[in-house]
């Protein structure tokens, strides 16, 4: 149980596109997920917190008009990476977390989206 | 300062031999500790979570200390395939997961 997908994978996109990655928990329902962001050798970073039905809270220096996120169901998320440019390239990875398991704390992540942008 | 400040190692292990490694953190108000794997170029995997009294889950033994702040993980009998970075993950009272930059682990025949 507790699975968490994501799509795409793997992206490859020019400077000044929008991409979306989708991030879906699969056998349970997510009231809350996460978006994180990993530069290489580095710590994952959380970038915002998405709550279903209600507007994403962003950390600190995250831009929200650039990186939007929608929560509209209880089982998906997306973020779109507007107008990328290359800096923007990392691993984003998205979790979501299992209410109805012990420790309300945990979180499952997804496989992560590998973007870059050329 | 970062909120949580692991060694990036890497610790070279002998395959068989013990392993241990800790991870401090800032915030004294952190509610939950974790241990996740992360493979390379893949997502983090919970390996367990730590509780205050200890807590060992087959060959791996986690422990937290508050006084100091500092949660500290070893693995017994090292496999090959627990060649990993290891996350040290703390949570806050709302839920808010701290990483770790991980402690990279590489078990050698």
């Known amino acids: 149980g507790a699975v968490v997908s994501q799509h795409p994978s793997r992206v490859i996109c020019k400077s000044g596109t929008s991409v979306k990655i989708e991030c879906r928990s699969l056998d349970f329902q997510a009231t809350t997920m996460f978006w994180y962001r990993q530069f290489p050798k580095q710590s994952l970073m959380l970038m915002a917190t998405?709550?279903?039905?209600?507007?994403?809270?962003?950390e600190q220096g995250v831009e929200k008009d650039k990186f939007l996120i929608n929560h509209a169901s209880l089982t998906l998320s997306t973020l779109t990476v507007t107008s990328a440019h290359p800096e923007d390239s990392s691993f984003y990875i998205c979790s979501a977390r299992d209410w109805g398991t012990r420790s309300s704390y945990e979180q499952y992540f997804g496989p992560g989206t590998r973007l870059t942008v050329t | 300062r970062k909120e949580v400040e692991q060694d990036p190692g890497p610790f070279n292990v002998p395959e068989g031999a013990t392993v241990a490694f800790n991870c401090t953190y800032s915030n004294s108000a952190s509610q939950s500790f974790f241990w996740y794997r992360q493979d390379c170029r893949k997502e983090p995997k919970l390996l367990m979570s730590?509780?205050?009294s200890g807590n060992e889950d087959g060959r791996f033994t986690a422990q937290l200390n508050r006084a100091s702040q500092y949660i500290s993980l070893l693995i017994r009998d090292s496999k090959l395939s627990d060649s990993a970075t290891y996350l040290c993950?703390?949570?806050?009272?709302?839920?808010?997961?701290?990483f770790g930059a991980g402690t990279q682990v590489v078990v050698t025949p």
């Open positions: 730590v509780y205050s």
């Open positions: 998405s709550n279903e039905g209600s507007k994403a809270t962003y």
């Open positions: 993950v703390v949570a806050d009272s709302w839920g808010k997961l701290q």
